[in-house]
Each structure stands twice: as C-alpha cells, then as structure tokens.
DNA sequence: CTTAGTATTTGAACATGTTCAGAATTGTCC
DNA sequence: GGACAATTCTGAACATGTTCAAATACTAAG
C-alpha cells in the first residue's frame, strides 16, 4: 500500500507511451493516444511529464539507471581496454535495442538548446556518467598519450559511441548488421590508432590535436 | 512584364520569412506572422511552399546556387589543396554568415528521413554539388592515398565540412571566433594527416579504414 | 466522521502547422 | 468585350502539443 497511488499512475503513462511510441513512432503517436492508452486525460499525462520529449528523457534516464549496475559490474570484471570498450557500449546496444527507434527521437537534435540533445543541460547528468564509464575504461589501461591530449580521451570515445548509436538508430539493414560491423572495425581501429598515436612521427599532429581539443572542450 | 507576378509574391514571401526567422528563430516564427508580413493569407504561403521547413529548404537552394560559380571560379584560380579547399569552405561561411542561426534549422535533424537533414534526399542534389567541388579539390592535387580510400575522400571531406559548419550554428563565442580557430586547426591537421597516410606504418590502419567506408558508403 | 487542506485528474481552450473548398484574379480564345 | 479555364489567394477548419481553472479524490487533524 506504500506505493504510492500516484507513482503508479506515472508508471502506467510511461508505460503507455512507450507502447505507443514503438508501435507508431514517436513523431506520430498522439499525447491525446497515449493518455487514452493510460486511462487518464491528458491532462493527467501533464501532470506528470512536462512533455512529450519529456517521457522519452524518463526513458532515457530509466535506462541509464538499469544500465549503469551493469556496466559498472562488466568494467570491475574486464581489464583490457578492448573488453572494457565493449562492456560499455554492447551493454548500450542490448539495452536500447528494443526501444532502437525510440531514440531517434532522442539523438535527432544535434541543437545544444534542445532538451533532448545529447549536448544539453538536461541530458548532461547522463552525459557525465557515460563520461565517466570511459574513463574508467581507459584507466591505468595501458595507454599511452601526450598529457596535453590524454584528458579528452574519455571524452572523445563518449563521442564515438554517440556517433555510433547515431548510425545504429537510423541503420536500416538487417538486424542493424552493418551498424555491428561498423562498431567491430572502428573499435580496433580505435586500439591501433592508441597504440600508433605515441610514435614520434606523429608529434605534429600531437601539437595541433592538444590546441583543437583546448578550442574544443576548453572553457565551454 | 514578363516577370510572372506569381514569381514576385514567392519572393515576397521567402524573403518575409527569412526576415521573421532572423528576428524570432525558426521555431518562434509563426507562419501567420510571415504570412502577414508578406502580406498575403497563411493559405498564399502553403500554396508556394509545402511547409515551414521547405521555406528554410528554399532558402538552402537558393544560397547554393549563389555559392556555387563563386566557388567554381575560385576552385579554378586555386592550385594548392589548401587553398582549395578554403574556397569551398570559406565561401560557405561568408555566404551563410548573415543567415547562420537559420541554418540551425537546417543542420539540427540528423535523422536522414527528415526532408532537412544533410543526409536526406531532398538535401542529395545539393549534397552531391557539394562533395562534387570536394572532389575537384582533390583532384591532382598530390594527395596519395591507398586506392581502396581515396575515392571517399571527397565524401570524407564534405563530412568534415558539415562538422565545422555544425559547430559554427552553434558557437556562441564573439564572432564565432572558436570555429575559427577550430577551422584552421583542423585544416592543417588534416592536410598534414594525408601527407601521413601513405606511410608503411600506417597500412594497418589503412585496410581496416577501407573496410569501414565500405560497410558506411557501400551499396547505401 | 467532518473538515480543511493537498494531491490528482479532468476536459475545454489555446497556439500553431497544415489543409481545403471556394472566392478572386488572370489568361485565352472567339 | 465576353465566356470559359487556369492560376492565385483567402480564411475558416482541423490536428496536435500544451495550459489551466475547476472538479474530484485523498489525507490528516480534531
């Protein structure tokens, strides 16, 4: 009796939404639908969510909250950064599967302001954790950088799971194989360009990615 | 007189929009209130333009067809890759400047079903221009490249394009001073990047790039 | 149990992108 | 010029995300 009345009835909206959001898209599902799926008016559906981009960022953040055990459990248990790399992002993959189309609405702003951006404000408590799963990862992982470069590096992975997830949402072939190819191709890719990059050879380029990264991220 | 007055009200009507849109933002602007600027009903707008963003779509057009003999001309005087691909790219710049917030609307779907995404088909002509001008300052250029990537180095080129012009949208900093800065950098870390490539130590990395832009580009 | 206050829920109303039946205008042929 | 057709234009109506005043359900104090 201690769960709470109200806590259900948010659960059975979101729940609601969620249905018919992979049965008819996001775009294209109805908040008047949704409300009448949950048995409520919309009015009620307000009442808990302050939009519709607003359910799917309880989604999103349900997720992260299943996922974040997990991944944490994969990367106490993994030790090279190859299995650590893959401990985060399969663990996105399985977990997001069956709502893949679900985050297009999601990953479809690249506008900062826009609350559903992956760059938001609102998105940016997530953001910060993902952050911080590749940061463990690279930790004391072997890898070898530039100090000037070295800080971004969970950063910049981050950005390669985003861009992966990206091409995953809007991959079209069966059972998003070239989305998995893609995913096996860069990740060694990745591990042999961290492994090339201490070479001095590649010192100019080292100068110029530090002062990039600085434009970049520095200050924002 | 042979100028269709049908044609004129179209002018009128982009250009209302274009001057609503620099004033609220695309997604404030009302298209009563274009309409109303224009002078026409809201039904004159749709009967010249399928939808608010095929406006912003028109808009795209036209700029590029501005664009593109001044890029040529410039393409045609150039002989170093630098300079050409400071043609393209700084052309951009100038072109979009006044406009650069209304390209927000342009650049912020990445979903390639959208009709404004870079990657859907209502964007392709212009898209294929685009990479066109890439690959004709790539041309003899000295660039030497394994023959299985060379020939995506123009897509690869239009895709760092559309980075830069993603970042500039959204830069915030004093006349856009970061995206400078950014631009230049990363120009030169690419021009001394494909000096690299053709190293032996680098081979590697080339066959697993070559498969990568196969499973992206190939037989999409 | 009653009462007062709070939490939840309702549904009509609003804003805005879009549609469409028809009005107004223009063009064409005699 | 007049009659008919095509083009252009109008504004009311519709769909959908969102708001909000009011109704209802629930809770705690007496």
Redesign the pocket.
């Known amino acids: 009796m201690k769960i709470?009345?109200?806590e259900e009835?948010r659960r059975r909206i979101l729940e609601a939404a969620l249905s018919v959001f992979r049965e008819r898209g996001f775009e294209r599902?109805?908040?008047?639908e949704i409300a009448t799926a949950a048995g409520?008016?919309?009015?009620?559906a307000?009442?808990y969510f302050?939009?519709?981009?607003a359910i799917v960022m309880a989604f999103y953040e349900r997720s992260q909250g299943e996922m974040r055990p997990q991944i944490e459990a994969l990367l106490e248990r993994s030790k090279t950064l190859e299995s650590r790399l893959r401990a985060v992002i399969s663990t996105k993959f399985e977990c997001f599967g069956p709502n893949r189309k679900l985050l297009g609405a999601l990953s479809a702003h690249s506008d900062p302001e826009h609350p559903l951006s992956p760059f938001s404000k609102e998105t940016s408590e997530i953001r910060e954790q993902d952050i911080g799963f590749f940061a463990r990862a690279v930790a004391d992982s072997g890898v070898k950088l530039p100090p000037s470069i070295e800080p971004y590096l969970p950063r910049l992975l981050w950005m390669y799971q985003m861009g992966l997830i990206l091409f995953w949402v809007y991959d079209h072939s069966e059972e998003q194989r070239r989305t998995m190819v893609l995913y096996e191709k860069t990740l060694k890719m990745i591990l042999v360009a961290l492994k090339l990059a201490g070479i001095p050879l590649l010192r100019p380029l080292h100068r110029l990615a530090a002062e990039l990264l600085e434009v970049v991220y520095g200050s924002e």
């Not at 599902?29 to 008047?32: E, F, H, K, P, S």
């Not at 302050?50 to 981009?53: G, L, P």
């Open positions: 709470k009345k109200s009835t599902a109805t908040m008047r409520v008016a919309v009015g009620a307000y009442y302050e939009s519709k981009d």
